[in-house]
């Protein structure tokens, strides 16, 4: 029997995320493991009047292409692709793994070049939707492999995916519209400030110039579930825009690989060091993959206080309450950062036990809860 919060979910995102409306060109992405969730939303679209192009992939597919791809086609862009991009209105993307580990033996070179020849249809794409042109939202469907990751039972993992996107409460969008409400105090507050300096009890100290930047609240339109407010650095700054070190208290996972105990210096926004304790070589691959690649092009304040736990996930481990997260690689141009890469890789960094958030000098957060108490905060 289809999990009812499977429809559930499917109706916030079309209804809300994206806000669907008849005769926009939809494309509709997933791997067959997500085909439940692909079904429900493709009934609600069709219901909503879209005209939808659905990209059904095996995983296997893309093992096999990094495997046996040779040079030219590891850098072929096709013209497919790049009209896609161009054309449709809305992009509704699944992530889910049969295998979360099915990448681990591929050479890491390989799949920088593949990820950098990606980069013109990712530019049109992140152009696009910052003119708004094209809206966009991710998402993730729970499995088995990634419920191991995470160590916990299917059952449990379904739980804790609904309730870090409120789908357990009876309204899950006015929920989310009441977040958007408090996150914007944050944005606001940010918004015309110069510098951003993060500090952790594992010596990570990391100051990001944001002077003519612009803050973006995230609150379940572009990933669901959300709860983050993010800019770029400012690379024309003063002081080049990034400066400092920053070490990163759960493993960066990338292409299903697990690089953990990550440290990156920066000095005026590049990445001048880089070291991890596990698997330091694809580390090192990825930000070598093209020029922009050890650039940081995003900063982030992770605000979902449902989520409390790492998990081995991105989308939702970016989001902890209390921590904060950086992108290598390619900026959003919505925030005025233009930094272009085949790279976007998020890290984060907990804050909950001694480390602060300064913005110009002011305190805003103190072990990872902010103290201003009409922004967000753990439910009472």
Not at 41 to 56: I, M, N, S, T
Not at 117 to 131: D, G, L, N, Q
């Amino acid at each position: 029997m289809q999990d009812p919060r499977l429809e559930k979910l499917a109706a916030v995102l079309v209804e809300y995320s994206t806000a669907v409306k008849p005769g926009q060109v939809v494309r509709l992405s997933g791997p067959t493991v997500a085909e439940p969730l692909l079904v429900a939303l493709y009934e609600k679209l069709v219901q909503a009047g879209a005209h939808v192009r659905v990209r059904c992939t095996p995983e296997d597919c893309e093992e096999i292409f990094l495997k046996h791809a040779s040079a030219e086609q590891l850098a072929f862009v096709s013209p497919l692709d790049v009209e896609e991009v161009k054309t449709i209105d809305v992009s509704i993307g699944l992530w889910a793994d049969a295998n979360t580990k099915a990448l681990s033996n591929i050479d890491p070179k390989r799949q920088g070049q593949a990820s950098s020849a990606r980069k013109p249809v990712f530019k049109i794409f992140m152009e696009r939707a910052a003119r708004g042109e094209l809206k966009w939202c991710g998402t993730l469907f729970p499995t088995q492999a990634s419920a191991q990751d995470a160590e916990m039972s299917l059952r449990e993992y379904e739980d804790f995916v609904f309730k870090a996107g409120l789908l357990h409460l009876p309204d899950p969008v006015a929920a989310w519209k009441e977040i958007h409400v408090r996150q914007q105090r944050v944005a606001d507050f940010l918004n015309g400030k110069k510098a951003v300096r993060f500090r952790a009890a594992n010596g990570t100290d990391l100051t990001v110039e944001v002077d003519g930047m612009r803050w973006i609240n995230c609150s379940g339109h572009e990933n669901f579930p959300d709860g983050e407010v993010f800019t770029g650095p400012n690379l024309k700054a003063p002081h080049g825009g990034v400066n400092g070190r920053v070490r990163f208290s759960f493993p960066a996972v990338h292409h299903g690989r697990e690089v953990e105990g990550v440290e990156l210096v920066f000095e005026r926004g590049r990445v001048v060091q880089a070291k991890a304790e596990k698997n330091e070589r694809f580390l090192l691959e990825m930000l070598d993959q093209d020029e922009g690649a050890r650039n940081l092009g995003e900063i982030a304040i992770g605000t979902n206080y449902q989520i409390q736990r790492f998990s081995k996930n991105t989308l939702f481990d970016e989001k902890i309450g209390g921590t904060f997260h950086a992108a290598v690689g390619a900026g959003y141009p919505e925030t005025g950062n233009s930094n272009e890469s085949g790279l976007h890789w998020d890290m984060v960094c907990d804050l909950r036990k001694g480390g602060t958030i300064e913005v110009d000098g002011q305190v805003i957060s103190k072990d990872g809860r902010f103290v201003f108490p009409d922004w967000p905060a753990p439910s009472a």
